[in-house]
């Protein structure tokens, strides 16, 4: 297809993509191979493309990562598309090291810091190092749920986000608030419910899933964090599309680039391609 045709296959299209872990190369790749990067630019004219977290963490670039989407949330706006971001566990963990560093979170459970559980989950020195004041005001103003047409964005498969509230605005305005302040305790909460997971599989998965979906709006969630390959049982290099579940209601996107599975840019809605 000649490049006006890549271009015109995704205008109007809505995209998202699971976590990339700091591998930007991978992501730029994947992201001109779906018609949405021309070199390093925005190209995808007016579509519109949803990242659900995990810049950061266990891959070479997380910064350059984060400085890639939060220019192309600038540029395509331009053409007419947009591109947007919801926050993940280890944007929340990243932003906590970046404050807290190693000050002890209190605890009955022993010690406990953003420090130690930065470096227990693949922490980057150079990212920390690299992070500035617009990357922090940038990252601590993004919401943790966003709905586009009949899909509920989330990073985390967790119900937790209800900790914070009954509707999407109310939990954004509830993340938000934990990060505009510095209460390390409430920050810790917040990154620790942030990183449980698997609350829609098993046989009432998909009632899990309706009762979110019936609170917080839309006909089917879509989430990263949770690697398909774990999920199915499989190598990560055997992964090569989302993870339909919970009888149609979950989709999970994560194809676990860090530990060698592909980067996955899925269009929703998606449809499994058959032969």
Known sequence: MDEEGDR??????????????????ELIEALAETGLLDGESWCGGTAQLWFLGDFFDRGPDGSGVLDLVMRLHEEAPEQGGAVHAVLGNHEILALGMHRFGGEEVPSEFGPR???RSW????GQETDQASLTDAHVEWLSTRPVLALTGDHLLMHSDTVEYFSWGESIKEINAGVAEVLAGDDISDWWECWRRMTTRYAFRGPHGRQVAEQMLKGLGGEQIVHGHSVIADQLGIQPDQVDAPYLYAEGKVL???????????CLIVELPWTAHRP
């Open 8 to 25: 015109a296959g995704v205008e109007n299209t809505t995209y998202a993509i699971g976590d990339v872990h700091g591998h930007r190369d």
């Open 119 to 122: 470096r227990l989950n693949g």
């Open 113 to 115: 810091s953003f420090e």
């Open 252 to 262: 999970g996107i994560d194809g676990g680039l860090f530990v060698g599975g592909p």
